[in-house]
């Protein structure tokens, strides 16, 4: 029903991914998609651009419903009314979040390797960041170090900042990953600031599991999350949150206020856009996760028996490849991969939020897959031949 395999050009619009990008480089880098948005979005942001007057607008029950109405239909999760939240976007709301819950001088955990904006979350405003490194798994995967998380826990840190599913990774938590979390958030009277913004997109298989749905978490987790990867709507800047804590929703909304944004009162088209992804949107993420799950499919054949290793992503369109084999440093990673006509995140940017200048040795990178076919596959090709 949906075509994903027609090919936007992205450039001369402002779209930061292709920002000082020559024309001979395909960008694999920031994590939007090349796909054109649902057209029943479109549809109804040219149906409001057509009636002329662009004044003053708030949500109403509508707009509520509908994010209601979608995370019910598919997550089967009932978010009450009054513990949802709009926000301006996932990062805004993660570190109102934590300044809601710290002061200056206070101990965040945040787990790496982990997208470079949410590391420095935890350093802002004088919050003193605790890294806790996940683990590698026999099959060289990924998993959370609880004795880590526990140490950091036990030294004064009431808060942790994580990313679910997991980003640049891609694990979804399983059960018996999150069930030992939560004891130890309870334990230790923890808060948790989770980033659920890639739980839509899941491949089968696998399931996305809240935090927040264990017994005992609801007031002990902030989660927020947003239509913009679901839909391919990041330059909309707009999200929600979903905190119990009446009094921490309030002190979270009168920050979020003093940074100049009202809450339920998101700029016009960004509102128009969520409310139709949400209400009209289900069929077209349907057909767009199948769609991606070829390209992972595509991607993992085209970089099999290479000295570089990648597992395969349990959810989102990104691929996080291990070169440690290479033994290549960024300035190298950079032109091989020019060489092969693109442009990935060198892994140094998962590991700290200081990435200006760095040279030394790129043990991984992280690739965004998420484009037609016709993109992807000589892309794809080229980065084999190189390797």
Not at 35 to 40: C, I, L, R, S
Not at 86 to 104: E, F, H, I, K
Not at 360 to 379: T, Y
Request: overall charge negative.
């Amino acid at each position: 029903m949906y075509d994903f395999d027609k090919i936007v050009n992205r450039r001369g619009i402002g779209a930061c991914k292709y920002l000082g990008v020559p024309e001979n480089i395909l960008p694999m880098t920031i994590a939007d998609m090349e796909f054109a948005a649902p057209p029943e979005v479109v549809d109804a942001l040219q149906k409001r651009a057509a009636h002329g007057n662009f004044g003053y607008t708030m949500m109403v029950d509508e707009d509520y419903q509908a994010v209601i109405d979608f995370v019910k239909s598919r997550h089967g999760i009932t978010i009450p009314r009054e513990h949802l939240l709009a926000t301006p976007g996932v990062l805004n709301t993660m570190r109102c979040s934590m300044y809601a819950l710290t002061q200056p001088g206070d101990k965040v955990v945040v787990i790496l390797p982990l997208h470079t904006p949410s590391i420095r979350s935890a350093y802002m405003q004088g919050r003193i960041a605790c890294e806790s490194w996940m683990k590698r798994t026999a099959d060289g995967n990924y998993t959370l170090d609880l004795d880590d998380i526990e140490k950091h826990f036990a030294s004064g840190a009431r808060v942790l900042m994580m990313c679910a599913p997991h980003n640049p990774t891609g694990r979804v938590w399983r059960m018996e990953e999150l069930s030992p979390l939560a004891e130890l958030v309870k334990k230790y009277n923890c808060t948790v600031i989770c980033d659920e913004i890639h739980r839509d997109l899941v491949y089968p298989g696998n399931k996305h599991i809240p935090l927040a749905s264990l017994p005992g978490m609801a007031e002990r987790v902030i989660t927020v999350f947003s239509a913009s990867k679901t839909f391919n709507l990041g330059g909309c800047h707009i999200g929600s949150a979903v905190i119990a804590d009446a009094e921490l929703k309030d002190k979270i909304r009168s920050l979020l206020y003093e940074y100049g944004h009202e809450c339920g009162r998101p700029p016009l088209f960004s509102l128009v856009a969520q409310t139709a992804a949400y209400k009209y949107g289900e069929k077209y993420l349907d057909e767009m996760i199948s769609y991606l799950n070829s390209n992972i499919d595509m991607a993992m054949e085209y970089l099999k028996d290479l000295p570089v290793a990648v597992c395969r992503p349990e959810a989102s369109f990104l691929l996080w490849v291990d070169c440690s084999k290479l033994n290549w440093d960024t300035d190298t990673l950079a032109r091989k991969l020019a060489d092969a006509g693109i442009s990935a995140d060198p892994g140094h940017y998962y590991d700290t939020w200081h990435i200006a200048g760095y040279s030394g040795i790129q043990h991984h990178f992280r690739l965004a897959v998420g484009m037609p076919k016709a993109l992807l596959e000589p892309a794809l090709d080229r980065l084999r031949k190189i390797f």
